[in-house]
């Protein structure tokens, strides 16, 4: 009797264990179908055509990017612009320099001519005074006196007086306005007198002396 009961007993245990069984496995491919639903739901063909459109929207995207690099027009419009504006500098500093040069050569003497208006009062008193002047020895100092301030305002300047008597001539220093026979053998080819002298302005001949060569 307790065999029987026992048996009965395993009977309905494993019975029990088969039916949960039975439903997890259910469950389980409850479970699968819905997964299975929400990928075919996934792939129908509104879920395709929004896939679509994304795809769409970055390739335009690419495209405004690819579209957005500069044209060659744009470019030959940028350079142009830029030569434009550098042509203008340029010009307005050609006008500049030209018109600055133009006041410098207009004023450039101005330093010389106000140190010699000093010289030309000199002269102007000397005049004055040599109307009842009875010294003549005073009257010829102060010529002297003259003639030695004008000398050294043009040497301030870089005036610096020829010195060719005596030399040999020099077709890019001298310019001859007669030949004499020499008065002496060694000046031969040499310059015998000093007609006109010469002068340099730093060292830049601004008149030849016009002499006499002994032949």
């Known amino acids: 009797m307790k065999i029987k009961i026992y048996d009965i007993l395993t009977k309905t245990r494993i019975g029990k264990f088969f039916a949960k069984n039975e439903i997890t496995n259910t469950n389980i491919m409850s479970e699968e179908k819905e997964f299975n639903e929400e990928i075919d739901a996934a792939s129908t063909p509104e879920t395709q055509e929004?896939?679509?459109?994304?795809?769409?929207?970055?390739?335009?995207?690419?495209?405004?990017?690819?579209?957005?690099?500069?044209?060659?027009?744009?470019?030959?419009?940028?350079?142009?612009?830029?030569?434009?504006r550098l042509y203008s500098e340029f010009d307005n500093y050609r006008k500049r320099t030209n018109k600055e040069k133009l006041d410098l050569i207009s004023t450039a003497s101005a330093?010389?001519?106000?140190?010699?208006?000093?010289?030309?009062d000199d002269f102007e008193r000397a005049i004055a005074n040599n109307e009842t002047a009875e010294d003549i020895q005073g009257v010829k100092e102060g010529f002297h006196l003259i003639f030695n301030k004008f000398k050294n305002i043009l040497e301030t300047k870089g005036l610096k007086q020829m010195v060719a008597k005596g030399e040999a001539f020099?077709?890019?220093?001298?310019?001859?306005?007669?030949?004499?026979?020499?008065?002496?053998?060694?000046?031969?080819?040499?310059?015998?007198?000093?007609?006109?002298k010469g002068y340099y302005l730093h060292d830049k001949v601004i008149r030849y002396a016009k002499v006499v060569v002994g032949q």
């Open 50 to 84: 929004t896939n679509n459109e994304q795809e769409s929207a970055e390739n335009t995207v690419t495209e405004e990017q690819v579209t957005a690099e500069p044209t060659m027009e744009d470019k030959y419009a940028e350079l142009n612009d830029k030569f434009v």
């Open 111 to 120: 330093g010389v001519i106000k140190d010699l208006v000093s010289i030309l």
């Open 170 to 196: 020099d077709s890019e220093l001298h310019e001859a306005i007669a030949n004499i026979p020499a008065p002496a053998e060694e000046l031969k080819g040499k310059i015998v007198e000093d007609v006109e």
